[in-house]
Protein backbone atom coordinates (compact mmCIF):
# COMPACT_ATOMS: atom_id res chain seq x y z
CA UNK A 1 0.00 0.00 0.00
CA UNK A 2 2.78 2.43 1.23
CA UNK A 3 6.47 2.97 -0.25
CA UNK A 4 9.08 4.82 1.16
CA UNK A 5 9.35 8.13 -0.19
CA UNK A 6 12.24 9.22 -2.07
CA UNK A 7 14.94 11.70 -1.63
CA UNK A 8 13.98 15.45 -1.34
CA UNK A 9 15.83 17.80 -3.63
CA UNK A 10 17.91 20.21 -2.25
CA UNK A 11 19.93 22.94 -2.44
CA UNK A 12 23.26 22.66 -3.13
CA UNK A 13 25.86 22.33 -0.32
CA UNK A 14 22.90 21.47 1.60
CA UNK A 15 23.51 20.19 5.56
CA UNK A 16 21.74 16.85 5.76
CA UNK A 17 25.54 15.10 5.12
CA UNK A 18 24.93 12.80 7.93
CA UNK A 19 28.55 13.27 9.71
CA UNK A 20 26.99 13.95 12.87
CA UNK A 21 24.21 12.82 15.79
CA UNK A 22 20.59 13.85 14.41
CA UNK A 23 22.27 14.04 11.04
CA UNK A 24 20.86 11.64 8.27
CA UNK A 25 21.98 10.51 5.12
CA UNK A 26 18.74 11.69 3.45
CA UNK A 27 21.00 12.95 0.44
CA UNK A 28 21.87 9.39 -0.59
CA UNK A 29 18.85 7.95 -1.88
CA UNK A 30 18.53 9.27 -5.14
CA UNK A 31 16.51 12.69 -6.43
CA UNK A 32 12.83 12.60 -7.05
CA UNK A 33 11.57 11.03 -10.24
CA UNK A 34 14.02 8.29 -10.05
CA UNK A 35 12.42 5.01 -11.90
CA UNK A 36 11.10 2.86 -9.68
CA UNK A 37 10.27 5.47 -6.71
CA UNK A 38 7.18 6.95 -5.39
CA UNK A 39 7.19 10.59 -5.05
CA UNK A 40 4.62 13.39 -4.30
CA UNK A 41 3.51 14.71 -7.94
CA UNK A 42 3.97 18.63 -8.79
CA UNK A 43 0.44 18.94 -9.23
CA UNK A 44 0.48 22.63 -7.46
CA UNK A 45 -0.08 25.52 -10.30
CA UNK A 46 -0.05 29.11 -9.71
CA UNK A 47 -3.96 29.66 -9.73
CA UNK A 48 -3.63 26.45 -6.96
CA UNK A 49 -0.40 28.05 -4.55
CA UNK A 50 -2.70 31.06 -4.50
CA UNK A 51 -5.89 29.39 -3.58
CA UNK A 52 -3.56 27.35 -1.18
CA UNK A 53 -1.89 30.59 0.75
CA UNK A 54 -5.76 32.69 0.53
CA UNK A 55 -8.22 29.99 1.23
CA UNK A 56 -5.57 29.35 4.89
CA UNK A 57 -5.14 33.11 5.88
CA UNK A 58 -8.70 33.87 5.61
CA UNK A 59 -10.62 32.34 8.11
CA UNK A 60 -13.18 33.03 10.76
CA UNK A 61 -11.61 36.47 12.20
CA UNK A 62 -12.03 38.67 10.14
CA UNK A 63 -15.64 37.78 9.30
CA UNK A 64 -17.04 37.11 13.56
CA UNK A 65 -14.28 39.41 15.78
CA UNK A 66 -12.09 42.01 14.35
CA UNK A 67 -12.11 43.97 17.72
CA UNK A 68 -8.81 43.06 19.26
CA UNK A 69 -7.13 45.28 17.19
CA UNK A 70 -9.84 47.98 17.53
CA UNK A 71 -9.71 47.13 21.81
CA UNK A 72 -6.38 47.72 21.95
CA UNK A 73 -5.81 50.62 19.71
CA UNK A 74 -8.24 52.95 21.07
CA UNK A 75 -9.90 54.84 17.72
CA UNK A 76 -10.96 53.63 13.87
CA UNK A 77 -8.15 55.08 12.37
CA UNK A 78 -5.49 53.84 13.95
CA UNK A 79 -7.06 49.91 13.89
CA UNK A 80 -7.30 50.62 10.16
CA UNK A 81 -3.69 52.18 10.41
CA UNK A 82 -2.60 48.40 12.21
CA UNK A 83 -4.80 46.30 9.47
CA UNK A 84 -2.23 47.92 7.03
CA UNK A 85 1.23 48.05 8.40
CA UNK A 86 0.37 44.30 9.51
CA UNK A 87 -0.22 43.39 5.66
CA UNK A 88 2.55 45.09 4.69
CA UNK A 89 4.84 43.08 7.46
CA UNK A 90 3.31 39.78 6.41
CA UNK A 91 4.17 40.86 2.69
CA UNK A 92 7.67 41.08 4.13
CA UNK A 93 7.64 37.90 5.80
CA UNK A 94 6.28 35.81 2.85
CA UNK A 95 8.47 37.99 0.19
CA UNK A 96 10.96 36.50 2.61
CA UNK A 97 9.76 33.20 2.49
CA UNK A 98 10.21 32.78 -1.43
CA UNK A 99 13.90 33.80 -1.67
CA UNK A 100 14.10 30.38 0.74
CA UNK A 101 11.11 28.50 -1.17
CA UNK A 102 13.33 28.98 -4.45
CA UNK A 103 16.92 28.51 -3.21
CA UNK A 104 16.20 25.56 -0.88
CA UNK A 105 13.79 23.36 -2.90
CA UNK A 106 12.34 21.01 -0.26
CA UNK A 107 9.12 20.91 1.43
CA UNK A 108 8.36 21.21 4.87
CA UNK A 109 8.59 25.14 5.49
CA UNK A 110 10.03 26.43 8.86
CA UNK A 111 11.49 23.45 9.65
CA UNK A 112 13.36 22.80 6.86
CA UNK A 113 14.80 26.43 6.44
CA UNK A 114 15.58 25.80 10.18
CA UNK A 115 17.58 22.35 9.50
CA UNK A 116 19.20 24.40 6.77
CA UNK A 117 20.28 27.50 8.45
CA UNK A 118 20.80 26.05 12.48
CA UNK A 119 20.65 22.78 12.86
CA UNK A 120 18.44 19.51 13.38
CA UNK A 121 18.40 20.39 17.35
CA UNK A 122 15.95 23.84 17.07
CA UNK A 123 14.44 22.19 14.11
CA UNK A 124 13.49 18.94 16.05
CA UNK A 125 12.07 21.26 18.73
CA UNK A 126 9.99 22.96 15.94
CA UNK A 127 8.26 19.92 14.16
CA UNK A 128 7.78 18.32 18.07
CA UNK A 129 5.46 21.35 19.13
CA UNK A 130 3.59 21.30 15.92
CA UNK A 131 2.59 17.83 16.29
CA UNK A 132 2.07 17.70 19.33
CA UNK A 133 0.13 20.60 20.26
CA UNK A 134 0.05 23.45 17.93
CA UNK A 135 -1.97 21.55 14.69
CA UNK A 136 -3.70 19.99 16.61
CA UNK A 137 -5.19 22.50 18.63
CA UNK A 138 -5.45 25.12 16.02
CA UNK A 139 -6.82 22.59 13.46
CA UNK A 140 -9.51 22.06 16.72
CA UNK A 141 -10.18 25.50 17.32
CA UNK A 142 -10.84 26.68 13.04
CA UNK A 143 -13.11 23.16 13.21
CA UNK A 144 -15.50 24.73 16.32
CA UNK A 145 -15.56 27.55 14.47
CA UNK A 146 -16.98 25.57 11.32
CA UNK A 147 -19.09 23.49 13.06
CA UNK A 148 -20.85 26.39 14.93
CA UNK A 149 -21.41 28.54 11.95
CA UNK A 150 -22.54 25.54 9.61
CA UNK A 151 -25.47 24.86 12.95
CA UNK A 152 -26.08 28.20 12.89
CA UNK A 153 -29.29 28.55 10.54
CA UNK A 154 -30.55 25.69 12.29
CA UNK A 155 -30.64 27.04 15.73
CA UNK A 156 -31.56 30.89 14.69
CA UNK A 157 -34.35 30.94 18.07
CA UNK A 158 -31.73 28.88 20.78
CA UNK A 159 -28.73 28.39 21.80
CA UNK A 160 -26.75 25.33 19.98
CA UNK A 161 -25.94 22.20 22.23
CA UNK A 162 -21.81 22.14 22.63
CA UNK A 163 -22.24 18.24 22.01
CA UNK A 164 -23.77 19.20 18.57
CA UNK A 165 -21.26 21.12 17.70
CA UNK A 166 -18.58 18.64 18.85
CA UNK A 167 -19.68 15.71 16.82
CA UNK A 168 -20.78 18.03 13.59
CA UNK A 169 -16.16 19.43 14.35
CA UNK A 170 -15.76 16.01 14.20
CA UNK A 171 -17.29 14.46 11.06
CA UNK A 172 -16.02 18.26 9.07
CA UNK A 173 -12.10 16.90 10.67
CA UNK A 174 -12.44 13.28 9.35
CA UNK A 175 -13.89 14.70 6.13
CA UNK A 176 -10.52 16.87 5.85
CA UNK A 177 -8.56 14.10 6.74
CA UNK A 178 -9.54 12.08 4.05
CA UNK A 179 -9.81 14.20 1.56
CA UNK A 180 -6.39 14.95 1.77
CA UNK A 181 -5.32 11.18 2.16
CA UNK A 182 -7.39 10.38 -1.18
CA UNK A 183 -6.01 12.55 -3.78
CA UNK A 184 -3.87 15.83 -3.89
CA UNK A 185 -5.83 17.20 -6.82
CA UNK A 186 -9.26 17.14 -4.80
CA UNK A 187 -8.00 18.93 -2.38
CA UNK A 188 -6.64 21.49 -4.23
CA UNK A 189 -9.64 21.56 -6.35
CA UNK A 190 -11.59 21.91 -3.41
CA UNK A 191 -9.46 24.52 -1.69
CA UNK A 192 -9.87 26.76 -4.84
CA UNK A 193 -13.70 26.39 -4.93
CA UNK A 194 -13.62 27.26 -1.02
CA UNK A 195 -11.17 30.29 -1.88
CA UNK A 196 -13.49 31.44 -4.20
CA UNK A 197 -16.78 31.37 -1.84
CA UNK A 198 -13.86 33.32 0.95
CA UNK A 199 -13.67 36.12 -1.54
CA UNK A 200 -16.99 36.14 -2.82
CA UNK A 201 -18.54 36.29 1.47
CA UNK A 202 -15.82 39.50 1.77
CA UNK A 203 -17.22 40.84 -1.28
CA UNK A 204 -20.73 40.77 -0.12
CA UNK A 205 -19.21 43.02 2.63
CA UNK A 206 -17.22 44.89 0.94
CA UNK A 207 -19.61 46.17 -1.52
CA UNK A 208 -22.58 47.14 0.28
CA UNK A 209 -19.88 49.24 2.65
CA UNK A 210 -18.73 50.85 -0.47
CA UNK A 211 -22.40 51.85 -1.53
CA UNK A 212 -22.54 52.94 2.27
CA UNK A 213 -19.92 55.16 1.32
CA UNK A 214 -21.00 56.72 -1.91
CA UNK A 215 -24.27 56.97 0.55
CA UNK A 216 -22.13 59.64 2.67
CA UNK A 217 -22.12 57.43 5.88
CA UNK A 218 -18.99 58.41 6.94
CA UNK A 219 -19.94 59.38 10.55
CA UNK A 220 -18.05 56.79 12.07
CA UNK A 221 -14.66 58.51 10.30
CA UNK A 222 -14.67 61.20 11.58
CA UNK A 223 -11.90 61.95 14.13
CA UNK A 224 -10.85 58.42 13.09
CA UNK A 225 -7.98 58.90 15.68
CA UNK A 226 -9.93 60.00 18.73
CA UNK A 227 -10.74 57.58 21.51
CA UNK A 228 -9.33 55.83 24.14
CA UNK A 229 -5.74 56.26 24.17
CA UNK A 230 -3.44 52.94 22.95
CA UNK A 231 -1.49 52.09 25.50
CA UNK A 232 1.93 51.01 25.07
CA UNK A 233 1.25 47.74 25.71
CA UNK A 234 -1.80 47.97 23.58
CA UNK A 235 -0.26 48.81 20.23
CA UNK A 236 2.03 45.71 20.52
CA UNK A 237 -0.68 43.83 21.25
CA UNK A 238 -2.92 44.90 18.26
CA UNK A 239 0.23 43.85 15.95
CA UNK A 240 0.30 40.95 17.39
CA UNK A 241 -3.37 40.19 16.72
CA UNK A 242 -3.15 41.62 13.24
CA UNK A 243 -0.11 39.58 12.31
CA UNK A 244 -1.98 36.54 13.93
CA UNK A 245 -5.09 37.58 11.32
CA UNK A 246 -2.57 37.26 8.51
CA UNK A 247 -0.36 34.45 9.16
CA UNK A 248 -0.75 31.52 6.39
CA UNK A 249 1.16 32.96 4.00
CA UNK A 250 4.20 30.45 4.42
CA UNK A 251 1.95 27.82 3.90
CA UNK A 252 3.10 27.36 0.23
CA UNK A 253 6.89 26.61 1.19
CA UNK A 254 5.41 23.84 2.96
CA UNK A 255 4.96 22.01 -0.30
CA UNK A 256 7.51 23.40 -2.21
CA UNK A 257 8.26 20.12 -4.21
CA UNK A 258 4.66 19.55 -5.30
CA UNK A 259 4.78 23.42 -6.96
CA UNK A 260 5.36 23.24 -10.89
CA UNK A 261 7.99 25.95 -11.58
CA UNK A 262 8.80 26.95 -8.36
CA UNK A 263 10.95 29.64 -9.12
CA UNK A 264 8.46 31.41 -10.91
CA UNK A 265 5.37 30.45 -8.87
CA UNK A 266 6.24 30.71 -5.75
CA UNK A 267 6.98 34.55 -5.09
CA UNK A 268 4.33 35.27 -7.48
CA UNK A 269 1.54 33.14 -5.50
CA UNK A 270 2.59 35.00 -2.05
CA UNK A 271 2.90 38.55 -3.94
CA UNK A 272 -0.69 38.11 -5.72
CA UNK A 273 -2.23 36.42 -2.50
CA UNK A 274 -0.89 39.30 0.14
CA UNK A 275 -2.18 41.95 -2.13
CA UNK A 276 -5.62 40.24 -2.54
CA UNK A 277 -5.50 39.71 1.26
CA UNK A 278 -4.39 42.88 2.48
CA UNK A 279 -6.90 45.13 0.76
CA UNK A 280 -9.36 42.64 1.33
CA UNK A 281 -8.92 42.87 4.80
CA UNK A 282 -8.65 46.82 4.88
CA UNK A 283 -11.65 47.18 3.18
CA UNK A 284 -13.42 44.84 5.39
CA UNK A 285 -12.76 46.49 7.95
CA UNK A 286 -13.59 50.36 6.44
CA UNK A 287 -17.21 48.79 5.20
CA UNK A 288 -17.87 47.42 8.61
CA UNK A 289 -17.66 51.02 10.02
CA UNK A 290 -19.74 52.63 7.31
CA UNK A 291 -22.33 50.65 9.50
CA UNK A 292 -21.13 49.71 13.26
CA UNK A 293 -19.87 52.03 15.31
CA UNK A 294 -16.36 51.22 17.16
CA UNK A 295 -18.58 50.73 20.39
CA UNK A 296 -21.29 48.60 19.05
CA UNK A 297 -18.05 46.46 17.02
CA UNK A 298 -16.18 46.02 20.48
CA UNK A 299 -19.79 44.49 21.83
CA UNK A 300 -20.72 42.69 18.47
CA UNK A 301 -19.82 38.55 19.14
CA UNK A 302 -19.93 38.48 15.25
CA UNK A 303 -19.61 41.78 13.40
CA UNK A 304 -20.14 40.45 9.89
CA UNK A 305 -23.42 38.83 11.20
CA UNK A 306 -24.50 42.42 12.76
CA UNK A 307 -23.51 44.13 9.78
CA UNK A 308 -25.48 41.95 7.13
CA UNK A 309 -28.53 41.81 9.73
CA UNK A 310 -28.37 45.83 9.38
CA UNK A 311 -27.90 46.23 5.58
CA UNK A 312 -29.13 43.04 3.66
CA UNK A 313 -32.21 41.52 5.73
CA UNK A 314 -33.02 37.81 5.17
CA UNK A 315 -29.93 37.26 2.84
CA UNK A 316 -27.90 37.42 6.65
CA UNK A 317 -28.41 33.86 7.05
CA UNK A 318 -25.94 33.17 4.21
CA UNK A 319 -23.30 34.81 6.12
CA UNK A 320 -23.09 31.94 8.40
CA UNK A 321 -22.52 29.51 5.90
CA UNK A 322 -19.98 31.32 4.05
CA UNK A 323 -17.60 31.96 7.60
CA UNK A 324 -18.58 28.02 7.98
CA UNK A 325 -17.36 27.60 4.37
CA UNK A 326 -13.93 29.76 5.02
CA UNK A 327 -13.41 27.89 8.42
CA UNK A 328 -13.51 24.65 6.37
CA UNK A 329 -11.09 26.24 3.78
CA UNK A 330 -8.31 27.38 6.62
CA UNK A 331 -8.79 23.64 7.80
CA UNK A 332 -7.92 22.12 4.34
CA UNK A 333 -5.64 24.26 3.18
CA UNK A 334 -3.91 23.89 7.02
CA UNK A 335 -4.01 20.25 6.60
CA UNK A 336 -2.74 19.68 3.24
CA UNK A 337 0.48 22.24 4.06
CA UNK A 338 1.49 20.90 7.44
CA UNK A 339 1.20 16.92 6.65
CA UNK A 340 4.04 17.86 4.39
CA UNK A 341 5.80 19.19 7.24
CA UNK A 342 5.94 15.92 8.99
CA UNK A 343 6.47 13.82 5.75
CA UNK A 344 9.73 16.02 5.59
CA UNK A 345 10.48 15.56 9.19
CA UNK A 346 10.23 11.99 8.72
CA UNK A 347 12.23 11.42 6.17
CA UNK A 348 15.17 13.41 7.16
CA UNK A 349 14.80 11.00 10.43
CA UNK A 350 13.23 13.40 13.15
CA UNK A 351 9.66 11.40 13.37
CA UNK A 352 9.09 7.56 12.86
CA UNK A 353 9.41 6.45 9.57
CA UNK A 354 6.23 5.36 8.84
CA UNK A 355 5.12 9.14 8.15
CA UNK A 356 7.40 9.54 5.16
CA UNK A 357 5.75 6.89 3.11
CA UNK A 358 3.80 7.69 0.08
CA UNK A 359 0.46 5.93 -0.81
CA UNK A 360 1.78 4.06 -3.77
CA UNK A 361 -1.67 4.79 -5.93
CA UNK A 362 -2.75 7.67 -4.64
CA UNK A 363 0.53 9.91 -4.30
CA UNK A 364 -0.67 11.16 -0.94
CA UNK A 365 1.50 11.09 2.57
CA UNK A 366 -1.19 9.74 3.73
CA UNK A 367 0.18 8.65 7.25
CA UNK A 368 1.56 12.36 7.57
CA UNK A 369 -2.26 12.98 7.19
CA UNK A 370 -3.19 10.63 9.93
CA UNK A 371 -1.21 11.10 12.69
CA UNK A 372 -3.06 14.63 12.87
CA UNK A 373 -6.74 12.61 13.59
CA UNK A 374 -6.49 11.28 16.67
CA UNK A 375 -4.69 13.93 18.01
CA UNK A 376 -7.35 16.70 16.68
CA UNK A 377 -10.04 14.47 18.01
CA UNK A 378 -8.42 14.38 21.66
CA UNK A 379 -7.93 18.78 21.56
CA UNK A 380 -11.42 19.04 20.60
CA UNK A 381 -12.85 16.48 22.92
CA UNK A 382 -10.41 17.55 25.86
CA UNK A 383 -8.71 20.40 27.40
CA UNK A 384 -8.98 24.01 27.07
CA UNK A 385 -8.28 25.30 23.50
CA UNK A 386 -7.78 28.58 23.62
CA UNK A 387 -4.99 28.27 26.56
CA UNK A 388 -3.42 26.01 24.50
CA UNK A 389 -2.93 28.71 21.59
CA UNK A 390 -1.92 31.40 24.09
CA UNK A 391 0.21 29.22 25.85
CA UNK A 392 2.17 28.32 22.29
CA UNK A 393 1.57 31.61 20.32
CA UNK A 394 4.43 32.79 20.90
CA UNK A 395 6.32 29.59 19.47
CA UNK A 396 5.35 30.32 15.78
CA UNK A 397 6.00 33.92 15.62
CA UNK A 398 9.41 32.66 17.82
CA UNK A 399 10.47 30.35 14.80
CA UNK A 400 9.44 32.48 12.03
CA UNK A 401 11.94 34.95 13.31
CA UNK A 402 14.26 32.23 13.60
CA UNK A 403 13.80 31.27 9.74
CA UNK A 404 13.95 34.81 8.46
CA UNK A 405 16.96 35.56 11.17
CA UNK A 406 18.42 32.58 9.28
CA UNK A 407 17.61 33.65 5.82
CA UNK A 408 20.27 36.36 6.72
CA UNK A 409 22.50 34.24 8.11
CA UNK A 410 22.45 31.72 4.84
CA UNK A 411 23.50 34.89 2.50
CA UNK A 412 26.53 35.08 4.57
CA UNK A 413 27.21 31.09 5.07
CA UNK A 414 26.10 30.42 1.58
CA UNK A 415 26.51 33.16 -0.69
CA UNK A 416 26.98 30.82 -3.28
CA UNK A 417 23.77 29.19 -3.39
CA UNK A 418 21.62 30.25 -6.29
CA UNK A 419 18.58 32.20 -5.83
CA UNK A 420 16.35 32.91 -8.17
CA UNK A 421 14.24 35.10 -5.92
CA UNK A 422 16.39 37.72 -3.86
CA UNK A 423 14.85 40.45 -1.74
CA UNK A 424 16.46 43.39 -0.45
CA UNK A 425 18.39 42.84 3.33
CA UNK A 426 16.53 45.28 5.09
CA UNK A 427 13.14 43.46 4.32
CA UNK A 428 14.12 40.08 6.25
CA UNK A 429 16.11 42.00 9.11
CA UNK A 430 12.69 44.51 9.40
CA UNK A 431 10.51 41.10 9.70
CA UNK A 432 12.92 39.02 11.72
CA UNK A 433 13.20 42.37 14.44
CA UNK A 434 9.24 42.51 14.05
CA UNK A 435 8.89 39.20 15.28
CA UNK A 436 11.68 38.70 17.84
CA UNK A 437 9.94 41.80 19.72
CA UNK A 438 6.68 40.51 19.28
CA UNK A 439 7.94 37.44 21.45
CA UNK A 440 9.73 39.35 23.82
CA UNK A 441 6.64 41.49 24.36
CA UNK A 442 4.46 38.65 24.97
CA UNK A 443 7.37 37.09 27.91
CA UNK A 444 6.50 40.49 29.85
CA UNK A 445 3.08 41.26 28.94
CA UNK A 446 1.98 37.83 29.64
CA UNK A 447 4.51 35.96 31.50
CA UNK A 448 2.38 33.30 32.85
CA UNK A 449 0.63 31.82 29.86
CA UNK A 450 3.93 32.44 27.31
CA UNK A 451 6.11 31.40 30.23
CA UNK A 452 3.99 27.63 30.25
CA UNK A 453 4.31 28.02 26.57
CA UNK A 454 8.08 28.25 26.88
CA UNK A 455 8.16 25.25 28.94
CA UNK A 456 6.62 22.68 26.71
CA UNK A 457 9.06 24.47 23.78
CA UNK A 458 11.55 23.10 25.68
CA UNK A 459 10.36 19.22 26.48
CA UNK A 460 11.55 19.14 22.62
CA UNK A 461 15.49 19.34 23.75
CA UNK A 462 15.37 16.19 25.84
CA UNK A 463 12.78 14.74 23.46
CA UNK A 464 15.79 14.89 20.62
CA UNK A 465 18.47 13.73 22.79
CA UNK A 466 16.04 11.01 23.83
CA UNK A 467 14.67 9.67 20.34
CA UNK A 468 17.44 11.20 17.76
CA UNK A 469 20.79 11.47 19.74
CA UNK A 470 20.72 8.25 21.77
CA UNK A 471 22.10 5.05 19.82
CA UNK A 472 22.29 2.61 22.24
CA UNK A 473 18.52 2.31 22.56
CA UNK A 474 16.86 -1.03 23.41
CA UNK A 475 15.45 -3.08 20.30
CA UNK A 476 11.76 -2.60 21.10
CA UNK A 477 12.27 1.44 21.63
CA UNK A 478 13.91 1.48 18.29
CA UNK A 479 10.94 -0.78 16.84
CA UNK A 480 8.38 1.50 18.50
CA UNK A 481 9.74 4.49 16.25
CA UNK A 482 9.91 2.34 13.23
CA UNK A 483 13.93 2.26 12.69
Not at 74 to 94: D, E, K, P, Q
Request: aromatic share 12%.
Amino acid sequence: MFRKAAAPTVSNGSYLQGQANGKLSSMDRGQPGQEGKVVLKKKVTLLRGISIIIGTIIGAGIFISPKGILKNTGSVGMSLTVWTVCGILSLFGALCYAELGTCIKKSGGHYTYILEAFGPLPAFVRVWVELLIIRPAATAVISLAFGRYILEPFFMQCEIPELAIKLITAVGITLVMVLNSTSVSWSARIQMFLTFCKLVAILIIIVPGVIQLIKGETQHFKNAFAGNDASVMGLPLAFYSGMYAYSGWFYLNFVTEEVENPEKNIPLAICISMIIVTVGYVLTNVAYFTTISAGELLLSKAVAVTFAERLMGNFSLAVPVFVALSCFGSMNGGVFAVSRMFFVASREGHLPEILSMIHVRKHTPLPAVIVLHPLTMIMLFNGDLYSLLNFLSFARWLFIGLVVAGLIYLRYKRPDMPRPFKVPLFIPALFSFTCLFMVALSLYSDPVNTGIGFAITLTGIPAYYLFIVWDNKPKWFRKLLGK
